[in-house]
Structure formats: C-alpha cells, structure tokens
C-alpha cells in the first residue's frame, strides 16, 4: 500500500518531528510512504500511483490538496492529520491528534473498503473549492487583517486579536443573495453578513446550524439581516452558548444548493470573505454544490 504524505511547511502547528513520527506510523502498519508539500498556485504534486492521501494541516491545506485532485481528475481517497489552525473537517470526522494512533486507525479504515469511506460532495467558489465553510462580514475582514506571522506563532489566537480591533472601526457590507434551495425554490436575500457551513464545526468546537455536516450534497446558509455591533455580538454569543443562531429574530437560516452575489458590489467588498480560514485570492460570484465528489478515508478502531 503506497501513502502519499502531504504537508503543508506554513501550517499553524508544522512541525518536522511529528511529520516524520507520523511516516513511521504508516510504515510500522505496513505501507510504503512518500511525501509532498502543497504549493498556493495550487500545482501541488499529486503520486498517481498512491492508494491514500494523508494530508499533515488543517482545513486550507487539505482545500489545496482537494483543489489539485479536482483539477487532475483523480480519484484517490483522503485523510486528515490535524496539524493547522484550526481543524473542522478533521474535527468532524474523528480523526486523532497522536500519529500512531492516527496511522492505525486510518489503515483499518482503508482495509475496511466502502464501509470506512464517506463520499464527500464538493462545494466550489468560481475559484477553488470550500472544504468546511466560507463567511462574508466582519469575520471575513477580521481574516483578512490578521497576521500571518503572529498565527505562525500563536495560532487561532491571531485572528481573536485581529477580531477585537475591529471594534475600533465596525465594518458594514450589505451583500445581495440570490439563493437556490434544496427544492429548486430560487430567492432574494438581503444581508449585512452570511455564513455558508458545509461541515458541523465552525472556528472550533461551535456549529452554526444543527443540520450541517459532511457527506450532503447541500449547505446551510446564515444570514444576518442586521450586522452591527450588538446584532454581531449577538449570533457570536448564541453560537458560543450551543444554541441555534437561526433563532435569533435578525437571523434566518435555511438550506441551499448555491448562492450567486450580485455583481456590481463585489468589487468594493473583497476584503470581507474568508474561505477555510483563509482570505479569497479572488471576490467569487457564486458558491455552488458541484457534480465532483472526494472520498475520505474514515478512522476506525483497530
């Protein structure tokens, strides 16, 4: 069995030691391993020949890994080794932080065939795709003005620092929608700031909708209809006490299958979108669910 490994040297918590601990792992169950890093211009080296995929970073490493095997056409399934900022699909689909563990339990996954794989449709921007979530608003701008080399050095504490200068001088954006739900149903929607969950977990442990999770071909859309200071503070709170956000009078919540933003705006709000935890490289004008599929190769208890 041949594993490609692929790191990525920027992530949140690289670290050379556990990197290699964690080839040992794989070779000490038996498989043969390579290894790789990802590249932003997105030509990251993928070993045709590989049967698993084991991606060392968290949800914008494994976007660029995903966003190289879309535009290769292959078809070899993934893992996720929790090793960035911040880890939600990781977080999500059980996967452990120790590389022995994490290497056993991944190989009984791969050994278990169909039964410990989880098909995974693909959500896409017009320029890459969307692996957990994506968000336009005050915590967009908040990525955007982060640090990148004091998340080098502290992590997911960069981007609270860069949130709380925020109130300083409180951004608003008003972003038109046009909404395509799950029954074809298509909708105007006016927003201060919106949030697109394609997995369960958002920023950490937090989950902005109930029915989110992967493997739907589908989303959850959040919106607020009011963005200010006391309505953000607001939805953060409901979110950090558990609750539903969509029960909040100036939030509404709801199912889709694409979201396009109107034109004519976008331009002036580019700062405002982050995707994965990461600033756009470009304003998208639409996010959709795709006919492309990946496949993650699942833990399970050896």
Excluded at 82 to 92: D, F, I, S
Excluded at 105 to 124: C, I, S, W
């Amino acid at each position: 069995m041949k594993v490609q490994l692929i790191h990525n040297p920027a992530s949140g918590t690289h670290h050379e030691l556990r990197l290699n601990m964690l080839a040992q792992a794989f070779a000490a169950c038996g498989a043969s391993v390579t290894s790789g890093t990802t590249r932003l211009d997105g030509d990251t080296e993928i070993h045709p020949d590989s049967d698993l995929l084991c991606i060392s970073g968290g949800d914008g490493t494994l976007g660029l890994v995903i966003s190289a095997l879309l535009n290769q056409g292959a078809n070899i399934p993934v893992c996720v080794f929790p090793a960035g900022t911040v880890n939600l699909v990781a977080r999500e689909l059980g996967y452990a932080s120790d590389p022995e563990l994490f290497a056993r339990e991944v190989m009984a996954g791969f050994l278990a065939g169909p039964a410990g794989r989880l098909a995974e449709p693909v959500l896409v921007t017009d320029h890459a795709p969307v692996i957990a979530c994506f968000s336009a608003g005050p915590d967009g701008v908040a990525v955007a003005r982060h640090s990148p080399g004091l998340k080098k050095r502290v992590g997911k504490i960069a981007y609270a620092l860069s949130f709380l200068q925020l109130f300083l001088r409180w951004p608003r954006h008003r972003f038109d929608l046009q909404v395509r739900r799950t029954n074809g149903e298509i909708s105007a929607l006016s927003c201060e700031a919106f949030y697109i969950a394609k997995g369960r977990f958002f920023a950490g442990p937090w989950s902005l909708s109930p029915d989110a999770s992967l493997g739907r071909k589908s989303f959850e859309l959040v919106a607020l209809n009011r963005a200010g200071r006391r309505g953000f503070l607001r939805f953060i709170w409901s979110v950090a006490r558990g609750r539903n956000p969509g029960n909040l009078p100036h939030v509404e919540s709801m199912t889709a299958q694409s979201v396009e933003l109107q034109a004519d705006t976008l331009a002036s709000l580019a700062a405002a979108f982050q995707v994965d935890g990461d600033p756009v490289s470009a304003v998208p004008s639409a996010i959709k669910m795709s006919e492309s599929r990946i496949e993650y190769c699942l833990p399970r208890a050896g």
